[in-house]
Nanobody, 122 residues
Framework: VQLVESGGGLVQAGGSLRLSCSVSGVAFGDYVIGWFRQAPGKEREGISSFSNPEGTISYADSVKGRFTISSDRAKNMVHLQMNRLKPEDTGVYYC????????????????WGQGTQVTVSS
């Protein structure tokens, strides 16, 4: 399984970035796919997921209304459009496949990309 993220960078608060993830080695249409992030000094947190084949989408409260996840099954890619970015959105963003959420609301995944840095300046 190989997940390759792209699109991170430095942006000012209020700006936008679009992350992309190329997925290979798994049947793209059979898994929940999405994004996690890890801020400096904090635990990795799940922020958005796309459930195949139902198309169910989930967002963490911290990004709801600002981030939009989408997938391109023909290209085995998943994207995360991030708008109205805030300094607290700074961190390493990871693409993940085979995501699940526990009853307590914690997100986990079996497959991970290498991560891409997003830095939002104030």
């Amino acid at each position: 399984v190989q997940l390759v993220e792209s699109g991170g960078g430095l942006v000012q608060a209020g700006g936008s970035l679009r992350l992309s993830c190329s997925v290979s080695g798994v049947a793209f249409g059979d898994y929940v796919i999405g994004w996690f992030r890890q801020a400096p000094g904090k635990e990795r947190e799940g922020i958005s997921s796309f459930s195949n084949p139902e198309g169910t989408i989930s967002y963490a409260d911290s990004v709801k209304g600002r981030f939009t996840i989408s997938s391109d099954r023909a290209k085995n890619m998943v994207h995360l459009q991030m708008n109205r970015l805030k300094p607290e959105d700074t961190g390493v963003y990871y693409c993940a496949v085979d995501i699940w959420v526990t009853h307590s609301g914690k997100w986990y995944a079996n497959y991970w990309g290498q991560g891409t840095q997003v830095t939002v300046s104030s």
